[in-house]
Nanobody, 113 residues
Framework: QVQLVESGGGLVQTGGSLRLSCAAS????????MAWYRHTPGNQRELVGS???????TYADSVKGRFTIYRDNTQNTMYLQMNNLKPDDTAVYYC???????WGQGTQVTVSS
């Protein structure tokens, strides 16, 4: 059974940083394309970025240069390092086994101005 558990969200001021984690069980993240999505207060779902099995990341234009996706294969965990956070980054962040219906429960990120 696939399970994804996010953690690391919180409240941070503009310009601050957070690191989100997505701990996986039931799959090897190194063998799959994994993704981070976010749901904004306006209920828009946005693909933040993804990480292929080969380790190649892609990013939405809105986060390029500020966010980094990487993984620790030994921990079977994917990370989203978020720097220079802006109020527009406020959302619930989810990890996803891409192109599947496997999602975590989400973690709230709130950036205050």
């Amino acid at each position: 059974q696939v399970q994804l558990v996010e953690s690391g969200g919180g409240l941070v001021q503009t310009g601050g940083s957070l690191r989100l984690s997505c701990a996986a069980s039931g799959i090897r993240i190194s063998a799959n394309t994994m993704a981070w999505y976010r749901h904004t207060p306006g209920n828009q779902r946005e693909l933040v970025g993804s990480l292929t099995s080969g380790g190649a990341p892609t990013y939405a234009d809105s986060v390029k240069g500020r966010f980094t996706i990487y993984r620790d294969n030994t921990q079977n965990t994917m990370y989203l390092q978020m720097n220079n956070l802006k109020p527009d980054d406020t959302a619930v962040y989810y990890c996803n086994l891409q192109f599947s219906n496997y999602w975590g429960q989400g973690t709230q990120v709130t950036v205050s101005s």
